[in-house]
């Protein structure tokens, strides 16, 4: 089954860090680009970044310096690391490539 799962969400004060993965099953990501968008509260998803298939990474302008996105193509996953964390950070973060999302994990800010 092609599908991507989202992991590594949860509660952390402001100014924390977490660490999300997005783990692909059924396609092999290398080759492709992989990106991360989140879904506030009452707001439509919104892009959070891009990793190419090359490696090079592009995000929104909130989250420049404090959100890096990294892969291992060998463990077939893309991360997206959170730092310097903002209550307005609060979402559901999740990965994509083309029309397949994952379920999404949640990531509270408080």
């Known amino acids: 089954e092609v599908q991507l799962v989202e992991s590594g969400g949860g509660l952390v004060q402001p100014g924390g860090s977490l660490l999300l993965s997005c783990v692909a099953s059924?396609?092999?990501?290398?080759?492709?680009?992989i990106s991360w968008v989140r879904q506030r509260p009452g707001d439509q998803n919104r892009w959070v970044g891009t990793?190419?298939?090359?490696?090079?990474?592009h995000y929104r302008d909130e989250v420049k310096g404090r959100f890096t996105l990294s892969r291992d193509n060998a463990k077939n996953t893309v991360y997206l690391h959170l730092m310097s964390l903002k209550t307005e950070d609060t979402a559901m973060y999740y990965c994509?490539?083309?029309?397949?999302r994952g379920p999404g994990t949640q990531v509270t800010v408080s």
């Open positions: 059924g396609f092999a990501i290398d080759g492709y680009g």
């Open positions: 994509e490539k083309g029309t397949l």
């Open positions: 990793i190419n298939s090359d490696n090079s990474p």
